[in-house]
């Protein structure tokens, strides 16, 4: 079993940044990929990021390329996603997600999500 508690959302301006944290409970959070989501008002959840276990293997949507970074610490058992140059089109719930299966995480078939955390960019 994993738990997973997503903290670092909140209210910021076009161009502004966030970083989001999500930490995850259990001894094998190093044996897990980790992804994050997002889900608009209205709009279906969608994939932003993912990270192989080792951290070594990194994958974004094309939207957030160049501005989201995502990269994990294993000691202290968390992902974090930092978020750069925000725009509106940005303001969703953001979710985290653990996957032993790499195609399923980007699937968002993930057996683990957190609760999410909300993110809006005003204009």
């Known amino acids: 079993q994993v738990q997973l508690v997503e903290s670092g959302g909140g209210l910021v301006q076009t161009g502004g940044s966030l970083r989001l944290s999500c930490a995850a409970s259990?001894?094998?959070?190093?044996?897990?990929?980790m992804g994050w989501f997002r889900q608009a008002p209205g709009k279906e959840r969608e994939f932003v990021a993912a990270?192989?276990?080792?951290?070594?293997?990194?994958y974004y949507t094309h939207s957030v390329k160049g501005r989201f970074t995502i990269s994990r610490d294993n000691a202290k058992n968390t992902v974090y996603l930092q978020m750069n140059s925000l725009k509106p089109e940005d303001t969703a719930v953001y979710y985290c997600?653990?996957?032993?299966?790499?195609?399923?995480?980007?699937?968002?078939?993930?057996?683990?999500w957190g609760q999410g955390t909300q993110v809006t960019v005003s204009s």
């Open positions: 997600a653990a996957e032993r299966t790499w195609e399923l995480l980007l699937s968002g078939r993930s057996d683990y």
């Open positions: 259990g001894r094998t959070f190093s044996s897990y990929a």
């Open positions: 990270i192989s276990w080792s951290g070594g293997s990194t």
